[in-house]
């Protein structure tokens, strides 16, 4: 599988329902995104949980995104 942009993950998802590019997403900053909520609540499975809770917020709303720039600044 090919390696995308962000912009065009988020695209993907958004307008195509794109399972694959949520996956490739989800791996790329869910460990990352951990550490920094960790850094925060000072709590690894709150943070996990916080992070998860992200991932399906993004899911269930990609219908609303408009893709402008990468995920980080969301």
């Given at each position: 599988m090919k390696r995308q942009k962000d912009h065009q993950?988020?695209?993907?998802i958004s307008q195509y329902d794109d399972h694959q590019a949520f996956d490739e997403?989800?791996?790329?900053?869910?460990?990352s995104l951990c550490l920094f909520s960790h850094s925060m609540i000072h709590s690894r499975e709150l943070?996990?949980?916080?992070?998860?809770?992200?991932?399906v917020k993004l899911w269930k709303n990609r219908k609303r995104y408009l893709v402008r720039t990468s995920p980080k600044s969301y």
């Open positions: 993950l988020l695209q993907a997403l989800y791996h790329k900053y869910y460990e943070a996990e949980e916080v992070v998860s809770d992200v991932f």
